[in-house]
């Protein structure tokens, strides 16, 4: 009986967990599709519901371009990331060279700056190389990543020897024991700095609008942040609402084609680290 | 058989080899071996003294810190793995998990961009070999562990390599398992007629495999020769004791008049013996199969001492003989009554014992 009634408290105690997490998501949700004066209740229900948020969202901002810019932003850096972090946690974790773990302790040192400690810096270097109102600007400081490097090494570490040396006596190179040995072997972790990496970029809003100011190349959590804080909104919340649900659909989208592999990783990289 | 089979000849020749490993780690010490065309040589030794490391030196995949290894009479210190026209078979059999069998026994002729028909025959016939037909499209994972192994080896076999290298092949699989596929990689030499390099550290794979064997220790050749002379003719203390199962009975002692002495044991000397030993204190070997309770005699060497156990196999029975405090081991027929802790005495042939010297523990016989 006891056994029963402790199952009962769990699940309690998890489903009032799931809907606290749930509950602003779906409140945000209700509210792009609520009348304006009824969003600001706790209840996410209205007496109606419409597409106007929307609507007058799209007249009001160029949220199409913005997503292209986005998208064209978070893909390219991701693609990047995968490629250039897997060969260097590749580099790091199975060829011998002077210096290895030298520059293994920098690259981890790296993760523990602040975003906001470099960003000057950056800018300054953007404003050098005459990016500035480009897309390079937006693209190449997040064609690395630390926490990338460190977990494909992780992972290309608990590979073992002997199918490396039998890979290299079938006669692949380096290039090619990471690509067609490593790679399928490690889909996790791809997967796992695939969404990792293009929700991170996805969201940033800081540093686009600290390197971009025209509108045409404006990524869209900037132009959603600037539609928030400029006069152009008129304090609508629904549509702000709006373009935030705008900004997030392609994040769940991807994340619930591959959340069997991300969980699957975050699952198995703990193990091996 | 018309896919498979080489027409190359591959001899390979190791001339003073050595390998230090970061940290001074000496491997492999001044190692030189000829191995001839389609000969089957098995490297022998306990774990860690360097069979693997001299084995890994001969496919590239550890570079030599000096000396020459030749293969097909070109040296290849500087040529990588992939061209030097050998293939690995490795102890826990590497097989790429992400490849069905199909595409784990064809991946090197891919990457050589031979054409399709080739490989698929090759693929074929290996396949037919091994009987590994119904398997061809699965994954490793679904294979048990004799399944693998056997992959394992048609993979190295379609490439139709010059010389075929072994690393402890059989380890990984039950003591029945290891038997058969032992008797079919013997079958598979014959058939193949191919140079083959084996290592192990279990003397019965060397013994009934190699054409040669091979033992080593702490990185050194301790002795080349055919099996046979291998067990019959040690050159040195250590190689007496490794090669035979139970291992060399040793017997300190000295020689007077012809006659060896030491520790409740005595053994007169054949007239042979007693040409080739000059020194007086060595130390006497003699192998449990020749300790014999049938053999006693005043002709013969004989050991007295007390029974402290008994291991019978039904075939065969171990006695443990307890002589001052040592103990010896001697072999009889099963069958055998002999009550624990009672007295007993053994003789050998004296032409069975072995005498080396104490210090150098080189044989002192020939
Ligand atoms: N990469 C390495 N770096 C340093 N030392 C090594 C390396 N590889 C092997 N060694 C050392 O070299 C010696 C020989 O190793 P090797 O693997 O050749 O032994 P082995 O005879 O194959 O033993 P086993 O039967 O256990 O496989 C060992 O002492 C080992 O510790
Ligand atoms: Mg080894």
Redesign the interface.
Known sequence: MSGKFGKLILYLVLIAAACTFLYPFVWMLAGTLKPEAEIMTFSPLGSRYSLDSYKLMISKIPIFRSLFNSLLVSIISTVCVLFLCSMTGFALARLKFKGRSAIFAVILFTMVLPFQLTLIPLYVLMVKLGWVDTYAALIVPYTMSPFAILLFRQFFMAI?E??I????????SDM?ILFR?FW??SKPALITVGIVHFMGIWNEALWPLIVVRKEEIMTMPQMVTLFAVSGQAEAQIGLQLAAAAVMILPIIIVYLFLQRYFIESMATSGLKG | MEYLTGEDMAEVILENVSKIFPGNVEAVKDVSIEILDKEFVVLVGSSGCGKSTTL?MV???EEVTSGEIQIDGKVVNDV???DRD???V?????????MSVRQNMA??LK??RYDKKEIEQRVQEAAKILELEELLDRKPKALSGGQRQRVAVG?AIVRKPKVFLFDEPLSNLDAKLRNQMRAELALLHRKLESTIIYVTHDQVEAMTLGSKIVVMNKGRIQQVDSPLSIYEKPKNQFVAGFIGSPKMNFVKGEIENGLFKGNQVTCPLTDDQKNQITSTSCMLGIRPEHLRVEDQGIDNGSIKGEVRFVESYGYETFIHINVNDTLLIARSESGNQVKINSSISVGFKPSKAHFFDQNTEQTLTS
Do not use: S, T, V, W
Not at chain 1, 165 to 172: E, F, K, P, S, V
Not at chain 2, 90 to 98: D, E, I, R, W
């Open positions: 073992p002997e199918l040396d039998a890979a290299r006596i079938d006669g692949l090619g040995l399928p072997l | 890994r496919a590239g995949l990588p793995p992939k050998i293939a690995m490795f102890q826990n059999y590497a097989l790429y998990p992400h991946f090197g990457l050589r993979r």
